[in-house]
């Protein structure tokens, strides 16, 4: 069980869609118009985990013209997300908006983001503590999972605000840029090796 915790741990905190769009609305508009977006996030990350435990994303993602469909368009918008950060000038560039996304933004990211199914695979097919009881282990992973994800997401939010606060130099601002653009294309790179 240890191992599934430090693997939740590492496959949550990673920059991907969600903690870089948390940072990004906290960024731009502050912790309380962050904390919606995060609850978004949060049912969404869920129902993806339901949607991976109950076979319904194997179902979704065996329809192989819908599965290229939703592969392309996460990735492109991925893409797109890696480049407006990478050739953002020297402005800390998280994912801006002029509008907070809110409850509904952070819902509907998670259901496109591909690290998401990635991550909920890779959880709950592997790392069996419990065969004799799948039912109970599935419920354990939830509560391990949402108990370290929880934080890991306000922490995120919490350093966009503080990032705001920075007056970084342009040449550090411009290396965060190209770090969060290499996270967005390492995201991409998992999305289409480890296809659903």
């Given at each position: ?186 995201v991409v790179a998992i999305a289409l090796w480890f296809r659903p």
């Amino acid at each position: 069980m240890l191992l599934f915790l430090s693997s939740v741990f590492l496959l949550i905190i990673t920059p991907g869609p969600g903690v870089l769009s948390t940072a990004g609305i906290g960024s731009g508009f502050g912790f309380r118009a962050g904390l919606a977006y995060v609850s978004g996030l949060w049912l969404g990350n869920n129902l993806v985990a339901l949607a991976v435990v109950s076979g319904l994303a194997a179902i979704l993602f065996s329809i192989p013209w819908l599965r290229t469909v939703l592969l392309l368009a996460s990735s492109a918008y991925l893409l797109y997300m890696a480049a407006k950060i990478a050739f953002s000038g020297s402005k800390i560039a998280f994912i801006r908006s002029d509008v907070p996304p809110g409850f509904m933004g952070g819902l509907m990211l998670q259901g496109i983001n591909p690290k998401a199914y990635v991550v909920h695979t890779t959880l709950f097919s592997g790392f069996a503590f419990m065969p004799e009881n799948l039912t109970a282990e599935i419920l354990i992973k939830f509560v391990i999972m949402n108990i370290v994800w929880i934080p890991i997401h306000l922490a995120w939010l919490w350093a966009g605000v503080a990032l705001n606060r920075l007056d970084l130099p342009a040449g550090k601002q411009r290396l965060i840029n190209y770090f969060m653009a290499f996270a967005m294309l390492a995201v991409v790179a998992i999305a289409l090796w480890f296809r659903p």
